[in-house]
T-cell receptor, first 117, second 108 residues
Framework: DTEVTQTPKHLVMGMTNKKSLKCEQHMGHRAMYWYKQKAKKPPELMFVYSYEKLSINESVPSRFSPECPNSSLLNLHLHALQPEDSALYLC????????????????FGQGTRLTVV | GQQVMQIPQYQHVQEGEDFTTYCNSSTTLSNIQWYKQRPGGHPVFLIQLVKSGEVKKQKRLTFQFGEAKKNSSLHITATQTTDVGTYFCADNTDKLIFGTGTRLQVFP
């Protein structure tokens, strides 16, 4: 199984809502990532989890709250978002770079297309 | 901060023509990866380059890592309509940072 599964595929939420994005992988990868991608722009790194611990937070506003309940799951909790947060949110997983030269390709999910109204 | 720039930003080619995208980093890279993202899709891994001066081929695609490990290129020979998409290089030195991308359009 070389898939990363993200749910939901689409989400529309109001600025006062609380919602969560979910991501799951069963490849035994110990690094998991959240990226945000605006139209016609590259994916922008938000968070990195290594061995279920948050290792990188790219100065993301606190209205985005990541969680890694176990080695297969990654959540992104959303609260009080702004319309400019509307984007495609991509989850990815990989082996950790320290295992070079083993292939550390990142596998991406299909993404959640989020619209904040 | 860490920046990975790609040129050109857009490229429109006639089917059968060649295409090249260039990736430049402000810092030395331990390794670089290339991804393709089809319109409406998600990034899909193409290849990883680790060694200085490394050249790898995948059918019509040729990837190169610069001698100084600060630049890379992807060359597609005889483009096909299935090559349409955005090609990203990504710095995988300590976290996966995507380049600005090159969007390729192929006209039949």
């Amino acid at each position: 199984d070389t898939e990363v599964t993200q749910t939901p595929k689409h989400l529309v939420m109001g600025m006062t809502n609380k919602k969560s994005l979910k991501c799951e992988q069963h490849m035994g990868h110990r690094a998991m990532y959240w990226y945000k991608q605006k139209a016609k722009k590259p994916p922008e790194l938000m968070f990195v989890y290594s061995y279920e611990k948050l290792s990188i937070n790219e100065s993301v506003p606190s209205r985005f709250s990541p969680e890694c309940p176990n080695s297969s799951l990654l959540n992104l909790h959303l609260h009080a978002l702004q319309p400019e947060d509307s984007a495609l949110y991509l989850c990815a997983s990989s082996q950790l770079p320290r295992y070079l030269p083993v292939n550390t390709e990142a596998f991406f999910g299909q993404g959640t297309r989020l619209t904040v109204v | 901060g860490q920046q990975v720039m790609q040129i050109p930003q857009y490229q429109h080619v006639q089917e059968g023509e060649d295409f090249t995208t260039y990736c430049n980093s402000s810092t030395t890279l331990s390794n670089i990866q290339w991804y393709k993202q089809r319109p409406g899709g998600h990034p899909v891994f193409l290849i990883q380059l680790v060694k200085s001066g490394e050249v790898k081929k995948q059918k019509r695609l040729t990837f190169q890592f610069g001698e100084a490990k600060k630049n890379s290129s992807l060359h597609i020979t005889a483009t096909q309509t299935t090559d349409v998409g955005t090609y990203f290089c990504a710095d995988n030195t300590d976290k996966l940072i995507f380049g600005t991308g090159t969007r390729l359009q192929v006209f039949p």
